[in-house]
C-alpha cells in the first residue's frame, strides 16, 4: 500500500450546526465540486527573549490567540452558499423547491445557531489512505461565511471562492466523514444572462459578484485561545461585468449613469431547467462607480463597470428540499 497522501483520494465536506455555536448536527454534506480547499492556521506563535539566557537567541516559544480561514475554489452545483453568506432563507414547494435567500442584519437572528448573525457549519478536509488511524483529518468548527466570489470567464464553468472563517479545529486521522456525491451538473457561463433595469444586456461576457461580511473574531478573556463567536462587521457587495462595448450599451451606461450617477435594479438570471434549476440575484439601489472603457488598436473594445448594489437577494429552484438545517 502507498502511503502518500494523493489527491485522488482529498475530500471536503461540510456538516450543518445548530443550538450553539459549533456543535455539529445531521449527516455530511457535498458542498459542490471543490478544486481546492487551503486551510491557514494563524496560531499566533510569539517568540519571546528575556535577560538571564546568556545568549543572543530565542529563548520560549508560547502560541497565544487562534484564528483559522478555509479558502475553497468549487463548481457550484446548488446555491446554499449564498443563503450562508447573506444569513435569511425560507423553502417553500415541493420538488421542485424555491429558496428564498434574504439578508440578516445585526438585530436579526438566523434562527439555529445562537451567538452568530450568520448560519454556522464544520468543515472538514481530509487527506486519506484509507486506513483508519492513518489520515490527515483536520476539522474546523464554528465556520462563518466571510467572503464569496461568483466569478464567469463567460465561456467555461461558473467558479466560486470562499473564505470562511473558523472558530477551533480538532485534528484526526479517523475515516472521513461518508457524504453522498451529488450528480446534478456544475453551472455554466452560457447559463447566464443580466438584466440591467429591465434590459438585458446581451454582450455580456465575464462578470463577478461578491459580497463581504467582513467578520472579526470575538477573542476574550475566558480560559480559551479560541474564538467564541464572530461579529459580522459592514457588508459589501460588488459585481463587475465586462461587455463588448456597441453602440446601444456604451454611451448609455457611460453617459446616463455612470456620469450623472442614477441608481437602478439590476438581476443576473441563470437557468439550466426553467422552473426546476434556476438562480436568481437582484440587486437593489445600484450605482456604477467605475467604468473603464480603454482603446487599442486591434480586436473589439470592452467595457468594464464596477457595480455596487445597496441590497441584495436571491430566488434559487432546484431539487434540495432545505438550504437551511430545519
Known amino acids: 500500500m502507498v502511503n502518500n497522501f494523493v489527491a485522488d483520494q482529498n475530500q471536503t465536506i461540510f456538516l450543518y450546526e445548530s443550538g450553539t455555536f459549533a456543535n455539529t448536527s445531521g449527516a455530511g454534506q457535498w458542498p459542490g465540486e471543490v478544486q481546492s480547499c487551503d486551510p491557514d492556521e494563524e496560531l499566533n506563535i510569539q517568540p519571546i527573549r528575556f535577560q538571564g539566557s546568556g545568549d543572543r537567541n530565542v529563548d520560549d516559544f508560547k502560541d497565544t490567540i ?71 483529518i483536520r476539522t474546523f468548527n464554528g465556520c462563518v461565511l466571510d467572503a464569496l466570489s461568483i466569478s464567469s470567464d463567460g465561456e467555461g464553468i ?83 461585468p465586462t461587455l463588448d462595448s456597441n453602440a446601444e450599451f456604451a454611451m448609455m451606461l457611460y453617459r446616463d449613469y455612470f456620469l450623472t450617477g442614477s441608481e437602478f435594479n439590476g438581476k443576473l438570471k441563470g437557468t439550466i431547467i426553467t422552473g426546476s434549476r434556476d438562480i436568481e440575484i437582484t440587486m437593489s439601489g445600484c450605482r456604477i462607480i467605475d467604468m473603464e472603457q480603454p482603446t487599442s488598436i486591434e ?28
Open 66 to 136: 487562534k484564528d483559522y480561514s478555509i479558502s475553497i475554489n468549487k463548481y457550484p452545483q446548488d446555491w446554499r452558499n449564498l443563503y450562508f453568506a447573506l444569513g435569511g432563507c425560507s423553502t417553500s414547494g415541493s420538488d421542485p423547491y424555491v429558496h428564498t435567500i434574504t439578508e440578516l442584519n445585526n438585530d436579526d437572528s438566523n434562527g439555529i445557531v445562537g451567538g452568530v448573525l450568520l448560519p454556522s457549519v464544520t468543515l472538514e478536509n481530509s487527506k486519506s489512505i484509507g486506513v483508519a488511524g492513518s489520515n490527515l
Open 299 to 326: 480586436g473589439k473594445n470592452e467595457d468594464t463597470l464596477t457595480i455596487v448594489p445597496k441590497s441584495v437577494s436571491s430566488i434559487a429552484t432546484d431539487s434540495i428540499p432545505k438550504y437551511k438545517l430545519f
Open 158 to 240: 461558473i467558479t466560486c471562492d470562499e473564505t470562511w472563517l473558523s472558530s477551533n479545529l480538532t485534528p484526526g486521522s479517523g475515516n472521513p466523514t461518508a457524504v453522498v456525491n451529488q450528480t446534478t451538473s456544475a453551472w455554466e457561463a452560457c447559463n447566464f444572462k443580466y438584466d440591467f433595469s429591465g434590459t438585458q444586456l446581451d454582450v455580456l461576457k465575464g462578470w463577478d459578484f461578491s459580497v463581504s461580511n467582513n467578520h472579526t473574531p470575538d477573542h476574550y478573556s475566558n480560559g480559551s485561545c479560541f474564538a467564541s463567536s464572530f461579529t459580522a462587521g459592514n457588508r459589501d457587495y460588488e459585481f463587475s
